[in-house]
Structures are given as structure tokens and as C-alpha cells.
């Protein structure tokens, strides 16, 4: 008994050691505006034991010490020690200043975030922090929606089926890079999003750069960058539970660990998530696993190794035709959420609109500081994508004979089953086939960046991408049918009987090859910034058709494309609140592959195809206190020689495409944006984007059945002086953020949108009477959404809940529409975008 007590005695004077020896420390981490710093880093120097900043830029760290330093770090700003004692352990405000250093290897990794008050470029950035607490169960691109000159919606409301808009461009138009490495695809330029669901897990901090931008890739962009770090390896041992629910069956589940740095330099950071539900329009059941990995190596002071991986395994369905609005008001069976491409078959929803792909992005990145002076960053990455898009052969499937019922029903496939089994040995008339799409494209970026002397930097270094894609459609489904006989005698598998498995009418792969260098010189002293950069890429283009040629004449001949880019800035800090900046540059870019053939049933090239030239100058003036922050941006881009391609449902179902070339546009406008901090408890946002976005004269198209590549018309499309189509041209918002309570908080986001313009359909602006005659012009629109972010502890673990309500008020608008015969309400072909929508999410951080 006495060794017992004995040991007791000798255990409680550890315990009361280890006690005595810990001191908890408390802070809030702030920006030069006194804006809270969320997700800053906060390290015990010389250990691994660390926290995190919650959403107000607080922190609680417990140390093992009476005394010691913290350090304190946030993307885009200087690193701050501070020291701490027994005596001295809340530590109140830290504040941390921007600084360009601070952000050296993100420039030099090219995901080249903007700095502000030195990079000469408009730009907003959003938050990690903002991203959680605002997005809920909205696609990705929608939390950009109060950023100056972006027009977001959901389209036809499938998961992942969302669109951005930038300064009146497409997103094909836009550069938008994860960690540093492209995504847009290299035939025509677009991202689908639904293959990036994940990255609002991952996703630290996104900056939208408008014009011009900052970005070092060979090949540049025209509306903008949106660049998007993830999470790195995190410095702190740890991780969360995520768990989120919504309207219509919205389920999401997911998990984030994090080893921290190790004593062997290594370090590990992994995510993985569930998303499921049935989807705001009727029809569009979706469901996703999202997954990312980060491994690195810290090998000594001079050399980091890293490895990511990132991407999505998603099905989901989708709406493809849109209706007039006398026919949704018609609809008594699901009104403005009705989908007509969806039904049951065996008592089980069936889509005839369908999509599912997964596309792994792989990358590894070697960080190199050669000296103080000289950094060398490289990232040589892969992705391979496959899945497909669900196509239908047939005409029972728009056919309202063919519903469960009136018009206003889903598709009765059963019937449609039934009577190709009745046809025997005449074969099915309606089927399921598959627009099948798979991709290799790998590519290395790496750049060197050196002080030349205190005032001079030089960066520069290579951007080289090769890809290849297969495309062909498949036989998916005969639906209780034999066969498919395919009529289509001007192809290779025309006047045969196809079964599943079988490819017809498009079978065919495209190679994209993009070898380019860039350089850019930096001038900073004192309140003065000024870079000067170009570029040079070559791209190389052919394709091998497999259906329609024989052996000898499959390929067609190398199309190369030679572009460049100049581009120049200045940023001048007129004081320490005042800054001005402004930018100018001339592109001569490479059309896309998509553009440089006949059709996708040619291997013959086009003989019109032309570089696009773009030419663009903006103005921009800053102000910056810790009350009140305000910029204002003026800018003008001309676009000549565009080549653009308008897809349109056609009146049996088929999509009918136009190739429209020579188009010159000119966008120019006016955008502001602020923030105004009143008092510590309130944050009022906001900002206005007013543009004239119009073509500027007429041009040439050609207009063909995308199933058959038939030829249906070609001429000269009237255009000129009409407005861009499918983008808002005037946007406004406001925003409110009041803290309740320590860790409680409501905000209210306003946003409107008006002078938005139905795409034009081109085949009827092919007489000269058009000339003139605007598309039909959509109802501008306001929406409310409301938040309520609650800060709590579960079993001592730091706990965070967020309810979201989107369009409060349930406002029916239409968010994108496609123009009918007479450029008018009754004949316009719309989506309607989603009215009140909910989601519940909660953080668990152990």
C-alpha cells in the first residue's frame, strides 16, 4: 500500500508538473482593415502543436511551455512571431500585412495569385472560410456571384451542370487552374464542373482575376483567371467531420485528416466526401464521391516534393430541353422545376439525359531555392478522364404520346419498351446510346524566378501539354428491341443492324498538342510596380477518324497554330490608403481544335480557320483603411476574328450546331466593389458591374445536325451591334454580416442581375430584315440568400454550424434562355432558375 501511495504521490507530481508547465493562448488574427483572418496558421515555434484560425480569426492554442513563440501564418501575407508567457498568454489582435514575398511560390508555381496593391490586375478573392459558410448545396462556380463581372447559374440544373461567366465571356474563354495546372479542355475549352465537385472541401483560398490577369501560362486567357488553391499539407496534426443536409435529398458526408509535419519531413493531407440527392428539378437524381491527397516531403531547407491528387466519381441526371414560358405555366406537374427528359421504366426513374465521368487529376511538384535569390518550381501532371453523356436514337422521347398521361408528364418508357418488343425482328425504333468521351493529357509547367538586383526580378519558363481524346457514340440500351437498324448510309456502319456495344456515326481521335515559353520582368522600388511579359506557344492539331474513312484517308493533316502574348502593367501606391494601377496587351491566340475542322464528321480542315486576336486596357484605382475599402475598374477588350459555336435543341429532339466565324466583339465596362466596417460587429459588402458587351459586325456560319453531321444551311448571320447573349450585363450586390454573439453570426446577400440577352439562334438571323433587331431581352431579377453561422463545442472539439437559405423569397426568374423565331417572351425557350432552396451543414474539428 505505502509503494502505492508512493507512486500515486510521484504520478500527481507529474501531472501537477505537466499542468503547471502547459499555458493555454488565445488571439485574433486580423488583416491591415482589421478584417478577421480565417484559417490562419498558428504554430508553437520549434513543434508541430498548432491550430487553426475559426471564422472571426480567433484561436485557442494550448502549449507545453511557461513561454515561448508563436507563429503565425496566412496565404498572402508576411509570417508573424509573437511571443507568449504565463504572464502574457491572450494575446489580443495580431495583425499580419500583405506582402509580396510572402506569396513567392504561389507566383512562381503559376497559380499566381494577385497581390494587392502591387499586381496592376482587377481581382477578388474569396476565402476558404467564406466558401464553407455561404456555398451549402449550391454548384461551385455560384459562390463567385457577388464578384464584379460574374454572371453563375446552374443551367439546366444538374449536378455539376453549372456555368460562369466572366466580363461577358464563356468559361471557354477563361483560364481556370487548381493548384497552378489548367483544366479547361483542350478541344474546346470548357470545364465541367461536375468533374470538380469536390474542390469545396479543398479548396483554401480562390481569386478571380479579371482582363488581363497574373497568371504565367504560355497560352492566355481573354475574360479572365480563376485560380484555386487547395490545401496544402497542413502544418497541424488533425482533421474535421463534415456533415450536410437540404432540401430535395441533399446528403453530403466527408472527412479531412491531416498528419501534420513529421519528424521524418514527411507529411500527409487527405479528403474524401459523399454527395447525394434527387435534385432541385424534377429528374435530376445525382450522386458523387469526391476524394484529394496531398503527400509531401520537406527533404532539407532547399528542396520540397509533393503529390496531389484530386477529382470526382459522379453520375447524375440532367435537363437538356428547354421550353417556352406559356408551356412551364402550363405545367401543372412540377411547374418550373418540370424536366421532359425524364420518366419511369419498371417503376424506377429513367433518364433520357444522363451523365457520368470521372477525371482524376494527377500532379507532383518540386520546389528547388536554389539561393536567397533564385527559386525553381516544376509540376509535371496527368489526368485521364472517361464516362459519357446518355443520347437517344428516335423520336418517342419528345412525343407527348409518349407520357404518363398530358403533356405535362414524365416519359412513359415502358410503352416505348412494350412496343419495341413488339417490333421483333424489325428492330427497336427508340434506343439509348452514348456519347462516350475519354482523355490522356499530360503536361509539365516550370518556371524560374531570380532578384536580377533588389529592384529587378526576372520569372520565366515553360508551359508544354500534349492530349489526346476519344470520342465515338455507342449503342447503350435497345429497350426491349432486337437491334437499332442505322440508316445513315453516308457512314461506315450505315444500313446496318446494331446491338449494344456497337459505335456508329462518330468515332474519331483528336490530338492537341501546346508547347509555349514565357518571361516576365518586375520592376518594384519604393510605391512603384511595373512588369513587362510575353509569350510564344505553338499549337499542334490533327485527328484520326474511324468511321467515315477508310484506312488510307483516317487521318488528317497537322494544322499548326503559332500565338503570342504581350501584356504590360503598373501599379503606383499613392499613399498608404491610395493606389492606382493600369494594364494594356495584345493577344494572338490559336483557335480551338474544335473550331479547325469541318464538323466532328470531317477529317478535313477548315480552311477559314484564323488566330483570334484580342487587344485590351484597363484602368483601376484603389482605396484601402481599416474602416472602409473600395476599388473601381475600367476596362475595354476588343475580340476579332471569334469563331464561335451555338448548339441548339432542334424541333424533334436532335441538336442542331452553327460554326459562326469572323466574329469581332467589344466588351467594355465598369465595376466597383466594397467593404465597410462601420463598427467591429458589422460588415457591409458590396458591388456593381455595368457592361456593353456587343458583336461587332456581321459574319459567316454553317449550320449541321450534330447526330449525322448533315449540312442544314450556311450564309451570312446578321449580327452586328447585337448584344452577347447568356451573361447579365448590369450586376449589383450588397451584403450584410453581423456577429451575434462570440462564435454566432447571421449575414443577408442581395444580388441582381438585368440586361441579359437570349443566345441568338443563328439560323434565323440569316436575312438581312434581322439586321438590327436585338435578341429577346429576360427579365432582370433580384434574390435575397440568408446565413446563419453558429460557433459551439462538442466534447471539447471546436464545432461549427451553418444554415443556408438561397433565394429567400422564393423568386420564379429565369436565369437562361435560347432566342425563338420572333426575339420575344412568347417564343423564347428558357430555363427558369431555382427558387428557395435550404441546406444544414456542421464542422467538427478534432
Known amino acids: 500500500m505505502r509503494n502505492f501511495k508512493n507512486l500515486l504521490f510521484v504520478a500527481l507530481l507529474l501531472v501537477t508538473a505537466t499542468v503547471l508547465g502547459q499555458t493555454k493562448i488565445t488571439g485574433k488574427v486580423v488583416d491591415d482593415t482589421n478584417q478577421p483572418l480565417p484559417g490562419a496558421s498558428v504554430v508553437v515555434k520549434g513543434t508541430t502543436n498548432g491550430t487553426s484560425t475559426d471564422f472571426d480569426g480567433k484561436f485557442t492554442l494550448t502549449a507545453d511551455a511557461n513561454s515561448g513563440t508563436i507563429v503565425i501564418s496566412f496565404i498572402g501575407f508576411n509570417k508573424r512571431e509573437v511571443s507568449f508567457s504565463s504572464a502574457k498568454a491572450d494575446l489580443k489582435t495580431i495583425k499580419l500585412t500583405e506582402d509580396a514575398g510572402a506569396l513567392d511560390e504561389i507566383v512562381v508555381t503559376a497559380t499566381s495569385f494577385a497581390i494587392g496593391r502591387k499586381t496592376p490586375v482587377a481581382v477578388s478573392t474569396v476565402k476558404a472560410a467564406d466558401i464553407e459558410a455561404k456555398l451549402g448545396s449550391q454548384e461551385f462556380p455560384e459562390i463567385l456571384k457577388s464578384t464584379p463581372g460574374v454572371y453563375a447559374t446552374k443551367q439546366g440544373g444538374g449536378y455539376g451542370d453549372g456555368d460562369i461567366n466572366l466580363r461577358g465571356f464563356r468559361t471557354q474563354n477563361?483560364?481556370?487552374?487548381?493548384?497552378?495546372?489548367?483544366?479547361?479542355?483542350?478541344?474546346?475549352?470548357?470545364?465541367?464542373?461536375s468533374n470538380w465537385a469536390g474542390l469545396s472541401d479543398v479548396t483554401s483560398a480562390m481569386q478571380v482575376q479579371r482582363g488581363l490577369g497574373a497568371s504565367k501560362v504560355a497560352v492566355p486567357s481573354i475574360g479572365g483567371?480563376?485560380?484555386?488553391?487547395s490545401k496544402s499539407t497542413d502544418a497541424i496534426k488533425g482533421g474535421a467531420v463534415t456533415m450536410s443536409t437540404g432540401n430535395n435529398g441533399y446528403q453530403k458526408y466527408g472527412m479531412t485528416l491531416s498528419t501534420g509535419m513529421m519528424d521524418n519531413g514527411?507529411?500527409?493531407?487527405?479528403?474524401a466526401s459523399k454527395v447525394s440527392g434527387e435534385g432541385y428539378v424534377d429528374g435530376l437524381q445525382f450522386e458523387g464521391t469526391n476524394y484529394f491527397l496531398n503527400v509531401s516531403k520537406q527533404i532539407n531547407d532547399n528542396h520540397k516534393l509533393s503529390f496531389n491528387a484530386i477529382g470526382t466519381i459522379q453520375e447524375h441526371g440532367q435537363r437538356f430541353n428547354r421550353r417556352t414560358i406559356a408551356e412551364y405555366r402550363a405545367t401543372e406537374q412540377g411547374g418550373k422545376r418540370f424536366n421532359p427528359d425524364w420518366g419511369y421504366r419498371d417503376g424506377q426513374v429513367e433518364n433520357s439525359s444522363f451523365n457520368s465521368y470521372h477525371k482524376p487529376q494527377l500532379s507532383v511538384n518540386y520546389d528547388w531555392t536554389i539561393s536567397d535569390k533564385t527559386f525553381l518550381t516544376t509540376s509535371v501532371y496527368a489526368s485521364f478522364g472517361s464516362g459519357g453523356g446518355r443520347r437517344t436514337q428516335g423520336t418517342k422521347f419528345t412525343n407527348n404520346d409518349y407520357r404518363l398521361g398530358d403533356i405535362d408528364q414524365p416519359i412513359d418508357f415502358d410503352l416505348i419498351v412494350a412496343e419495341n418488343k413488339a417490333s421483333g425482328a424489325n428492330g427497336a425504333t427508340d434506343i439509348f446510346a452514348s456519347?462516350?468521351?475519354?482523355?490522356?493529357?499530360?503536361?509539365?509547367?516550370?518556371?524560374?524566378?531570380?532578384?536580377?538586383?533588389?529592384?529587378?526580378?526576372?520569372?520565366?519558363?515553360?508551359?508544354?501539354?500534349?492530349?489526346?481524346?476519344?470520342?465515338?457514340?455507342e449503342v447503350t440500351d435497345l429497350l426491349g428491341g432486337e437491334y437499332f437498324y442505322n440508316d445513315d448510309l453516308e457512314e461506315k456502319t450505315g444500313g446496318q443492324a446494331l446491338k449494344v456495344g456497337d459505335r456508329f456515326s462518330k468515332d474519331y481521335d483528336g490530338h492537341v498538342g501546346r508547347y509555349g515559353l514565357?518571361?516576365?520582368?518586375?520592376?518594384?522600388?519604393?510605391?512603384?510596380s511595373v512588369f513587362f511579359s510575353s509569350a510564344v506557344s505553338n499549337s499542334v492539331y490533327s485527328k484520326v477518324d474511324r468511321m467515315s474513312y477508310g484506312a488510307e484517308n483516317r487521318e488528317s493533316e497537322s494544322a499548326d497554330f503559332l500565338g503570342y502574348s504581350t501584356k504590360a502593367g503598373a501599379n503606383f501606391n499613392i499613399d498608404d490608403a491610395q493606389n492606382v494601377f493600369g494594364n494594356i496587351g495584345y493577344f494572338s491566340r490559336a483557335p480551338i481544335f474544335d473550331n479547325i475542322f469541318d464538323s466532328d464528321y470531317s477529317v478535313d480542315l477548315y480552311d477559314g480557320a484564323l488566330n483570334e486576336k484580342v487587344f485590351s486596357v484597363e484602368l483601376g484605382y484603389g482605396f484601402k483603411s481599416q474602416m472602409f475599402s473600395a476599388n473601381v475598374n475600367l476596362y475595354n477588350t476588343s475580340w476579332l476574328d471569334r469563331f464561335m459555336t451555338f448548339s441548339l435543341p432542334g424541333a424533334s429532339g436532335e441538336v442542331i450546331t452553327s460554326n459562326v466565324t469572323g466574329l469581332d466583339a467589344l466588351h467594355q465596362g465598369l465595376e466597383i466593389d466594397f467593404l465597410f466596417k462601420p463598427i467591429e460587429k458589422l460588415a457591409i459588402t458590396g458591388m456593381a458591374s455595368l457592361g456593353n458587351?456587343?458583336?461587332?459586325?456581321?459574319?459567316?456560319?454553317?449550320?449541321?445536325?450534330?447526330?449525322?453531321?448533315?449540312?442544314?444551311?450556311?450564309?451570312?448571320?446578321?449580327?452586328?451591334?447585337?448584344?452577347?447573349?447568356?451573361?447579365?450585363?448590369?450586376?449589383?450586390?450588397?451584403g450584410l454580416k453581423y456577429d451575434l454573439l462570440d462564435k454566432t453570426s447571421v449575414s443577408l446577400d442581395y444580388n441582381y442581375a438585368g440586361d441579359?440577352?437570349?443566345?441568338?439562334?443563328?439560323?434565323?438571323?440569316?436575312?438581312?430584315?434581322?439586321?438590327?433587331?436585338d435578341t429577346w431581352k429576360m427579365p432582370n431579377f433580384h434574390l435575397f440568400d440568408l446565413g446563419l453561422r453558429h460557433g459551439f463545442e462538442i466534447a471539447g472539439l471546436s464545432s461549427t454550424l451553418n444554415a443556408n437559405v438561397n433565394n429567400l423569397f422564393n423568386v420564379e426568374y429565369i436565369s437562361n434562355a435560347n432566342n425563338g423565331s420572333n426575339s420575344n417572351y412568347d417564343t423564347a425557350q428558357v430555363y427558369y432558375g431555382a427558387g428557395r432552396t435550404f441546406s444544414l451543414g456542421l464542422k467538427v474539428k478534432f
Open 225 to 229: 483567371t480563376i485560380n484555386i488553391i
Open 518 to 528: 514565357f518571361a516576365q520582368l518586375e520592376y518594384s522600388k519604393n510605391d512603384l
Open 266 to 271: 514527411f507529411a500527409v493531407t487527405a479528403s
Open 756 to 773: 441579359n440577352y437570349a443566345t441568338m439562334n443563328v439560323t434565323s438571323r440569316t436575312d438581312e430584315a434581322d439586321s438590327g433587331i
Open 693 to 734: 458587351w456587343r458583336w461587332k459586325d456581321n459574319a459567316s456560319a454553317t449550320t449541321f445536325d450534330e447526330a449525322t453531321g448533315d449540312i442544314i444551311s450556311s450564309g451570312t448571320v446578321y449580327a452586328k451591334d447585337l448584344k452577347v447573349s447568356n451573361a447579365a450585363q448590369t450586376t449589383f450586390a450588397l
Open 435 to 473: 456519347s462516350e468521351n475519354s482523355h490522356e493529357w499530360y503536361g509539365i509547367l516550370s518556371t524560374l524566378k531570380t532578384d536580377l538586383t533588389e529592384t529587378l526580378t526576372f520569372s520565366g519558363g515553360i508551359d508544354a501539354r500534349d492530349y489526346v481524346g476519344s470520342h465515338w457514340y
Open 174 to 193: 477563361i483560364a481556370v487552374m487548381i493548384n497552378g495546372i489548367p483544366v479547361n479542355d483542350m478541344e474546346n475549352g470548357a470545364v465541367y464542373w
